[in-house]
């Protein structure tokens, strides 16, 4: 069966990096037959299991192509729809209407490779877009003139939260969403806004969680009076992480007697200033060090916890999907604290970390972090977080039942 996965880069960099982890349950299926579409690819691509061919037939393209497309997108059914839309909702700005035409025009372009592709190599049986995005448009387009017969996308969180955008506008979604074989939500909170939100057909939508392999050693905990605390993310706005900062300023005041360290992992716009910050407002406590690791490949990031003792993963992020960040972590061993928003209440919980508010502050984020991690609960606490990935989200069990799906999907009549 001809699949054909539509990524935004992998296996280019940067990001998708839990692709990594899916690919090589595709590779081991020997009814599918996978080309990765990479939108971009620049550099030198990630390794890839035996049997996953890449096809550049949708990176790339000249200024003029794209002028092109842009000038079709202009006098375009589905650009109008979008004004439409854009009217009635009262989002129509000079902004808004040139996403709208911005994205039109990728969906044009993608869906003219994609056919293109088709012509080339075969009629693709499905095409599974890991991203709800204008490359998941373009397929479905692609799929009314014939050269795909079923199409799948995922959801994560930027492609699925309205506010996460500028002008909370999500441009194509609503046009488009509808008509997708079947669209995989990571939690039931996501299935729920995707249908409450865009009015996807509750008979269409799946729930599919991500996966993480199962380590075969733990972290470890740190001695008694250290505590080694991690965060991996992005460095931007929505991550909030200004607000660690600042419930580390109070923890080590609160707990003068623990030596504290904080090591965050990744890189983006932020990361000078909330380096600064930190600098500014933990630099002179003597019982806090801290440390900015940023970008590592996902590997290395797996194996750190394996190899330095850490005793709470900390998110405070404003927007998540399912955050596989806080599954590697869980993984390893170590609970937790991260706030309600998206599908986390799906995986952590008190019973494997701290549950916190959807907008939580210093003060709530500090105590969690020293109940977790001080507190007297803190083994059963690292005990339970190893159990919830392997009950909820394991790779080898998560990633196989997803793709048995697609495949039954590309199976079944068109």
Not at 163 to 184: S, V
Request: charged letters at 20%; one cysteine or more.
């Amino acid at each position: 069966m001809k699949i054909a996965i539509l990524t935004n880069a992998y296996p280019y960099q940067p990001g998708e990096q839990f692709m990594e982890d899916e690919i090589a349950f595709w590779a081991g299926n020997p009814v599918a037959e996978v080309t990765l579409l990479p939108a971009v690819a620049a550099g030198e691509p990630r390794p890839l299991p035996a049997g996953i061919a890449v096809d550049l037939g949708m990176a790339g393209g000249s200024r003029l192509a794209r002028l092109r497309c842009v000038l079709r997108a202009a006098g375009s059914q589905v650009f109008r729809r979008e004004l439409a839309y854009l009217w009635g909702s009262r989002k129509l700005r000079v902004a808004t209407a040139l996403r709208a035409i911005l994205h039109t025009s990728k969906v044009l372009e993608q869906q003219q490779r994609l056919e293109r592709y088709a012509r080339t190599h075969g009629r693709i049986d499905v095409a599974y877009c890991y991203w709800n995005e204008t490359q998941s448009y373009a397929a479905l387009r692609a799929r009314a003139a014939g050269a795909v017969r079923k199409v799948v996308s995922r959801l994560h969180g930027f492609d699925l939260y309205e506010a996460r955008r500028e002008h909370a506008y999500m441009p194509l979604k609503r046009q488009f969403i509808g008509c997708f074989d079947t669209l995989f939500a990571l939690s039931r909170e996501a299935r729920t806004y995707l249908e409450a939100t865009y009015g996807a057909p509750a008979g269409n939508t799946r729930i599919s969680p991500l996966g993480v392999p199962l380590t075969g050693a733990l972290s470890a905990a740190s001695p008694p009076g250290f505590l080694h605390l991690v965060s991996v993310s992005s460095c931007l706005p929505v991550k909030r992480l200004d607000r660690i900062v600042e419930a580390l300023h109070l923890l080590a005041r609160r707990h003068a007697q623990a030596r504290i360290t904080w090591t965050h992992i990744g890189g983006g716009p932020q990361l000078a200033e909330i380096a600064q910050l930190a600098q500014t407002r933990l630099g002179g406590l003597s019982n806090v060090a801290f440390e900015f690791l940023g970008d590592l490949p996902n590997q290395v990031v797996k194996h750190y916890y394996l190899g330095t003792p850490v005793d709470v993963f900390v998110n405070t992020s404003e927007s998540e999907g399912m955050p596989v960040s806080v599954m590697e972590a869980m993984s390893a061993g170590v609970p937790a604290v991260a706030p309600d928003v998206g599908g986390v209440s799906d995986l952590v919980s008190d019973e494997c970390g701290a549950l916190l508010a959807a907008s939580p502050g210093s003060g709530e984020i500090a105590d969690a972090i020293a109940r977790v991690a001080l507190g007297g609960e803190k083994d059963a606490l690292r005990l339970h977080a190893r159990r919830v990935i392997e009950a909820r989200f394991c790779a080898g069990r998560n990633y196989p039942a997803f793709i048995a799906g697609v495949l039954a999907i590309g199976a079944a009549p068109a």
